[in-house]
């Protein structure tokens, strides 16, 4: 598996995923923070990686068709 994890989501997860051997690159190392979604998505999609993200704007089917990327995972918390 290969993943990118977007600015929002936590250090410790990166060092997760890592430490399972997993392929991961963050938002923050390709200079990506603050970048327009559809610019995140699509460098998630040309490396072939699944997005990690807390951005309930990446939920919208409409907006981000499932045959338009390589996989968005949106996490959603409870308190």
């Known amino acids: 598996m290969k ?3 977007d600015e929002n989501m936590p250090q410790d ?7 399972l051997g997993i392929d991961v690159h963050t938002t923050a190392q390709e200079n990506l923070n603050g970048a327009d ?11 072939g990686r699944t997005l990690f993200t807390f951005d309930t704007d990446f939920a919208d089917i409409t907006r981000y068709p499932p045959s338009s990327h390589s996989g968005v995972v949106v ?3 409870r308190d």
């Not at 997860?13 to 430490?19: G, I, K, N």
């Not at 979604?37 to 490396?47: M, Q, S, V, Y």
Request: proline residues 0%.
């Open 3 to 5: 993943a990118k994890l």
């Open 37 to 47: 979604d559809g610019r995140i998505l699509n460098a998630a999609k040309d490396e």
């Open 75 to 77: 996490f959603r918390l």
């Open 13 to 19: 997860l990166t060092d997760f995923l890592l430490a």
